[in-house]
């Protein structure tokens, strides 16, 4: 799918859209890995979502065509979280009145490839299925998960570099930049290509646009993990972010207890980076969360450090130039003066605070203003 991205919007309320939720993408994950892996990974995508916004945006076909979503329903999703009923972070978006209205649309329509690989055209959906779709419904209906109806005018990002050179490649970029529709946009590119490789290609291009114009019209930010084309054909970014190397690491291996105390826990920074996106406010952001049980700021723990630091290289100073600066103290030696300093080091979260240093080479944190918003 695309670069690992988020592009910032004027929208009073922090939420994301993540591009490799799309039911589709799910799909593909799943077959490509062990299912236990796949769902760890993308629960990991969902955190670290929720730890750089507010709120995570999904589209009704990621949920009720998604192989996530539908593997786990809403219950498991919360868990995955460590969120809670009264503070489930997801909002459903769709072209229809309500979510029942969007399956029921799905349903009736023979042209609807859906991702599911147990549901098939012509044939009973079966009631595993059937039950958790009206899991999703039941959240909705109570409350627990908003649905918000799209009524903007939704566009595709128009300008984007066609990624392949065949005959009829102006027409086929032209027709599909005016195809709003998954499949008939899919439908055109099969009818008009013939290599499967060719065609994933000009697929994943299609939906990364697809995907796009849904966050511009709803107001959403921007994220997505796994390079393959250049973000700035996609977006034009103010500032381009490579996410911490060992965030994803963290965020998948950690129960969701850690994860719900580390959310909680970095408001503050969560604010400073969506107020002023920087790498600093994200290093800040991912220390915080990761050290919520050792240090309240990165500030705090480089200041401590220092003076430690500090203090026991004078020390050491003072006894190589045969300085008595324990005179006043006959009881404790320098040596063992500087054991003591050094045992009170906090070497785990200087540690933690170095790992952030290190940029994630396949990953990529795109900050930009969409300048139509302002």
Known sequence: MASTAIRRSSHTAHRVLIAEMDSIAQRARYDAKDHHVATTELSGMLRIGRLVSEHILLTDVMV???????????????????????QFPLTITGHYPSLGEGLSARLANADFAWSLDNVHRGR???????????????????????????????????????????????????????????????????????????????RDWWNVRYLDGISRVTGADWLSFEPADEPSRRVGENEQIRLPERLRTWAESNGSATISLAWDHTVKQRAALHRKPSQTALRALTFSAMQVSQAPTRTGVLTDAT????????????????????????????????????????????????????????????????KADH
């Not at 786990?72 to 969120?83: F, K």
């Not at 059937?130 to 409350?143: A, C, H, I, M, P």
């Not at 320098?334 to 990953?363: E, M, Q, W, Y």
Request: aromatic share 8%.
């Open 64 to 86: 009720l065509d998604g192989c996530y979503f539908m593997r786990l329903g809403p219950e498991g999703v919360i868990r995955e979280l460590g969120a809670t009923e009264a």
């Open 307 to 370: 003076l430690k630091v500090f203090i026991a290289l004078a020390v050491i100073t003072a006894e190589i130039i045969g300085l008595q600066i324990t005179d006043a103290l006959p009881f404790l030696s320098a040596s063992a003066l500087t054991i003591l300093v050094l045992s009170t080091f906090p070497f785990g979260s200087l540690s933690t605070l170095l790992t952030n240093l290190k940029p994630d080479r396949h990953s990529l944190l795109l900050l930009s203003r969409n």
């Open 124 to 202: 009973e959906v079966p009631t595993s299925v059937t039950n958790t779709w009206q899991q999703w419904l039941d959240y909705v209906e109570r409350g627990i998960v908003r649905y918000e109806q799209q009524t903007g005018q939704f566009a595709l990002l128009a300008g984007a570099d066609y990624p392949l050179e065949h005959e009829g490649a102006e027409a086929l970029q032209a027709a599909l930049e005016q195809t709003l529709g998954r499949g008939a946009a899919f439908a055109k590119i099969n009818g008009a290509l013939e290599g499967e490789p060719e065609r994933e290609r000009i």
